[in-house]
């Protein structure tokens, strides 16, 4: 859609100002949306596509999981090294992000079919094995580039991890560097804080993990954590 549009640039232009010159502009539309960035506290942005879930091929988009949280958790690529780690990280506590009502998909710029291939192979080899949550293909790259973790150069995605809650509003980001994995606790300690947080009204502080104290969010009742917390 994007591109559409750039490829129209020069027309309109020229039909509003004959004597202007569009390639500036172009250019700035481009490097515009080369380093666009999801933000905190607005809509995450919408995604669909062929997914591999249980052995098969099923189209999904972000709507489909409008009042669950889900972790959309992009990598670089199939059939490498730190990938299978924490693809297979985020298997193994599946049940735990299903008792928070959250939902995970991981997301690549591999095809499908690469990805059936992958689940296929035993994790003794490199593989992942069967999943429990659905592998989505971006092999046209969109969904990675409007998360903003493209590397429009080398065509893979940065280890992102995105926290979406329930209203599709986006909550958390966390983006790795490509060998360095991702911590599956933290992730669910993000969803827990943020379900307190909703159901509570108090604000999580610095560590927390369910169970922990935590503060009112005014200057009166902030007092009562800080002075049981600095003793």
Not at 62 to 90: N, Q, R
Not at 111 to 134: A, C, I, V
Request: positive net charge; charged residues 25%; glycine residues 6%.
């Amino acid at each position: 859609m994007f591109s559409s549009i750039i490829r129209k640039v020069p027309q309109l232009v020229k039909l509003a100002a004959p004597q202007f010159k569009p390639t500036s502009l172009i250019r700035a539309i481009s490097i515009s949306h080369q380093y666009y960035a999801p933000r905190i506290q607005e809509p995450a942005p919408n995604f669909a596509g062929t997914a591999v879930i249980s052995a098969d091929f099923k189209n999904i988009q972000l709507s489909d999981y409008k009042g669950k949280y889900v972790v959309l958790v992009f990598y670089p690529l199939d059939f490498t090294f730190v990938c299978p780690t924490e693809l297979i990280a985020l298997d193994d506590r599946i049940d735990d992000f299903k008792k928070l009502n959250a939902e995970v998909i991981g997301c690549s710029v591999d095809s499908h079919f690469t990805h059936l291939g992958w689940m296929n192979t035993e994790r003794s080899k490199g593989g992942l094995g069967p999943l429990r949550y659905p592998l989505l293909s971006d092999m046209n790259k969109n969904i990675a580039r409007d998360y903003g973790v493209l590397l429009e150069k080398e065509g893979i995605a940065l280890r992102g991890m995105f926290i979406i809650d329930p209203n599709g509003v986006l909550r958390q980001i966390t983006i790795n560097d490509l060998p360095i994995g991702r911590s599956v606790d933290e992730a669910l300690r993000v969803i827990e804080a943020l379900r307190f947080v909703e159901e509570h009204g108090e604000v999580c502080p610095a560590n927390w993990r369910k169970g922990d104290k935590t503060i009112k969010p005014n200057p009166k009742g902030s007092l009562e954590y800080f002075s049981s917390s600095n003793k």
